[in-house]
């Protein structure tokens, strides 16, 4: 797939912007707005990870906070045991996330359709319910934390600091996800969720490759969620709720599914949204609900998706 | 003589009540065309499917080469160089045509675990493709979305995705299905090409197709083979004619 100029240009603005943000927002003593778009970024990865599964594998995993809670416990049990090293901490997000998305995949991916949905959903809740049974991370309550310690230079205390970390790994991660999607991996998951009895009759034995993108994007959401620790400083069960895994869902489909980089747009769209409207209304689902049936009607690519398209059809 | 590329020895599949296969025998040469013919519903694409791979039989054996292949996935059916079209058009929509084919001829270049360098960029992927494409009269169509081809072209694109697995045997379900006369007519001259190249086994239902290509024509009824021979010793057979042809021909009269 390729970008179109329009495309390409804003995806630079936008990141020129991001970069301006810390300066700007200290300038306009609205320092509240780091943290928020800081949020939004994490988010942003996450709808990123979960649109290589649904929107370029057909996968529809209704659970994919799973990494996310799953990397910010990486984070927090890990502190808890004075273990504070930041790359120790995202190795094991990362692996831990890897490792569980491989259990869950083999088994889902047993399946499809609506089951997978169902199936995604119940082994998320599953460690749901784990992470409230976990008494003596906090159980309920979640689990205050410290954030992670890399060398010197990069002190995490300070919210410029995280800010532009995060932004790097939005920035690597849409990098990645852009060579993946057009590699020969990305063409053969992609093919699967075209036609997967034609993937099988040319040659590919389509499950292990669909196992691994599962793989791949639990574990990129795992980044995210070990973000979301830091920057929240408190890691909670909540993050693994079946309600966070339909946000991120709802973030890419206002993006668009399958345009790589339309769900880091419906990251922001949609929180910005929810922060804008509920400075008016904490009824704001209210407002939003009939957007998003106006949207998914009358644009299935999302707000991503409106913009043209290269002549190769995508991107 | 050689053996044959393919041996089905008492194949039998059958759903709920229906017997779909019906204790079925039936083989191919190296190098031959062998059509199946039938009327619609005798179970022509469910023994496809079971040849392919998509479909697991009830009961009997298919050899590919002198191996048993009955337990192997599609995808492993592929390898070993068996290639399957589809009746109904199943081509990649979304691709162009020159992805469609690039993505059978990766398929057959090992493994995809590979994730950095661009599929769209590689030579030893679009080169080939571009080929195929040429033999098949798609060249210039080659940067076309597959949803927006024709439909014989569609068609020609099925075929074209079939040979870059470079098979031994290809299993062609209605090749030239819904197609035009002239477009009927190019396919039928292009795989008249093919003769001798690769072993086929083709089910169609146009008749000037079956009779102008095959070397052996089966005719299949309820799931059993009722006469197997040259396409003149099928059509004089007076059992074909009650089953098939005559009524074939009563419904054009």
Partial sequence: MELTRLKSWLLAIGFVVLVAVPPLVTALDETFYITLISRVMIFAIAALSLDIILGFGGMISFGHAAYLGLGSYAVGILAFHEITNGWLQLFVAIGGSAVVAFIIGAICLRTSGIYFIMITLAMTQLLFFIGISLETYGGDDGLPTDRSEFAAFID?????????????????????????????????????????????????????????????????????????????????PEFMHWFRSGEIMIMVLVGGMGTLFGPVVGAFAFLLFEEIISGFTENWPVIFGPLLVLLVLFAKQGVWGLLPKSKAGDG | MADPILKVEDLTKSFGGVVATDQFFFDIHQGEIHAIIGPNGAGKTTLLAQVSGMLKPDSGRILFDGQDITGLSAAERSHLGLARSFQITSVFRHFSALQNVAL???????????????????????????????????????????DNLSHGEKRQLEVAMALATDPKLLLLDEPTAGMGAEDSARIREFLGGLKGRHSMLLIEHDMDTVFSLADRVTVLVYGRGIATGTPEEVRGNAEVRAAYLGEDDAAHA
């Fill in chain 2, 104 to 146: 059978a001829i990766q398929a057959h270049q090992g493994h995809s675990f590979r994730f950095w360098k661009p599929a769209a960029k590689d030579s030893s992927l679009t080169e080939p493709a571009m080929e195929i494409l040429s033999d098949l009269g798609l060249a210039d169509r080659a940067n076309i979305l597959a």
């Fill in chain 1, 156 to 236: 995490l205390g300070n919210e410029w600091i995280l800010f532009y970390l995060i932004l790097g790994f939005l920035v690597l991660c849409m990098y990645i996800s852009w060579r993946l999607i057009n590699s020969r991996f990305g063409m053969v998951i992609r093919g699967c969720h075209e036609n997967e009895a034609r993937m099988q009759a040319i040659g590919f034995p389509t499950y292990r490759y669909k196992l691994l993108a599962f793989v791949i994007s639990g574990s990129m959401c795992g980044i995210a969620g070990f973000l979301l620790a830091n920057l929240t400083e408190f890691v909670t």
